[in-house]
């Protein structure tokens, strides 16, 4: 017999989920989210059964990352893209990332976002998330999230990250297509080197194309990605011309979207992405567990041992074989 938490978590994530005649209801994906981001590393009974309920239903989803420095204009850009996917009849759930914010959540990034286009859509989800919890980095709660609206049944889950540091790095490890904005009026070419993400695209969109400059970032992006080795040598990035304002160039770039996510899913890179996404999942899950037992002190607690090294009592060697055994 199935316990009563066992049937309220079913309830929850079955009135989350949406789907052909099945509409998700966006508060109880909105509590599910909340599970991902409350737990900061360290999932309770309720997150567990929740992501092992979700399991069966997550990998459809084409998770799409959009990275870029701020003022490019990423939020106009997804504004504009999610009403072009929408037009294509999917379901959307957009996670606006800030690497930089410890504030979740709240209204910060919420007003950010130009999103009001989709207000009352029952079919786009916008949900904006701090990613520098107290564990550091996108490595926690964002693949989590993504998870949880992949699992509730939204057929594209856009990431929207500032670029900066190393979060374009981050979001390219946790998407299958990672678009890179660029603008120009924006220190052009050198941007581009400057931030690593001539490894990253998979797509590359310079917006503001309506402005002068936008020829020359295309021209100086295309000659640097002609330059570099990559991987993945079937996949050639394109470099796209769009204007998220004045809303041209849409259809190419959802066009190269799909592109993409074909070929990845006939070269076998897909699957491959998916490992490795996997692996850092796991990885993060249990060094976050870890460090709360470390946390926890005790006996061998890492104050203790810290102490020890420190006064010279014991080697860093040992201390590391105290605080796993
Ligand atoms: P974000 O910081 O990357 O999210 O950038 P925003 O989407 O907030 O856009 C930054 C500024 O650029 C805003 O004032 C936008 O109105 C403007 N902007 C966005 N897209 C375009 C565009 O295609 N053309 C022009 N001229 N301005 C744009």
Not at 71 to 88: D, F, H, Q, W, Y
Not at 228 to 235: F, I, L, Q, V, Y
Request: charged content about 25%; aromatic content about 2%; cysteine-free.
């Amino acid at each position: 017999m199935p316990g009563r938490r066992d049937i309220e978590v079913a309830d929850l994530v079955e009135t989350a989920r949406g789907g052909p005649g099945h509409r998700g209801s966006p508060r109880a994906v909105a509590r599910l989210i909340s599970l991902v981001e409350d737990a900061d590393g360290v999932a309770g009974p309720l997150l567990r059964e929740v992501m092992a309920m979700l399991s069966p239903h997550v990998g459809s989803a084409h998770v799409i990352g959009l990275t870029g420095a701020p003022g490019v204009g990423k939020s106009t850009t997804t504004n504009a893209l999610v009403g072009e996917l929408r037009r294509a009849g999917k379901r959307v759930g957009v996670l606006a990332v800030d690497p930089s914010s410890p504030f979740s959540g709240g209204a910060l990034l919420g007003d950010r976002i130009r999103m009001t286009d989709h207000a009352g859509d029952p079919g786009v989800y916008i949900r904006s998330m701090a990613s520098r919890g107290h564990l550091g980095g996108l490595s926690w709660s964002t693949p989590q999230a993504i998870r949880v609206l992949d699992g509730v049944g939204f057929d594209v889950v856009l990431v929207e990250t500032v670029g900066v540091g190393q979060s374009e790095v981050e979001i390219a490890g946790l998407a299958d297509t990672t678009v890179v904005l660029l603008a120009p009026g924006m220190g052009d070419g050198i941007q581009a080197a400057k931030a690593g993400i001539l490894e990253v695209g998979d797509v590359y969109a310079i917006n503001k194309s309506d402005r002068d400059g936008a020829t020359k970032v295309r021209r100086d992006l295309r000659s640097m990605l002609a330059l570099g080795t990559r991987d993945e040598a079937a996949w050639r990035p394109p470099v796209l011309a769009i204007s998220a304002q004045s809303r041209t160039g849409l259809d190419e770039l959802v066009e190269s979207l799909e592109k993409h996510r074909t070929w990845l899913a006939e070269s076998g890179a897909l699957g491959a992405r998916r490992e490795r996404r996997a692996r850092e999942e796991i990885e993060a899950i249990a060094v976050a567990s870890l460090r709360a037992r470390w946390e926890q002190g005790g006996r061998e607690g890492l104050d203790d041992l810290a102490a020890a090294v420190a006064g010279g009592t014991l080697d860093p060697y040992a201390a590391a074989d105290a605080l796993l055994g």
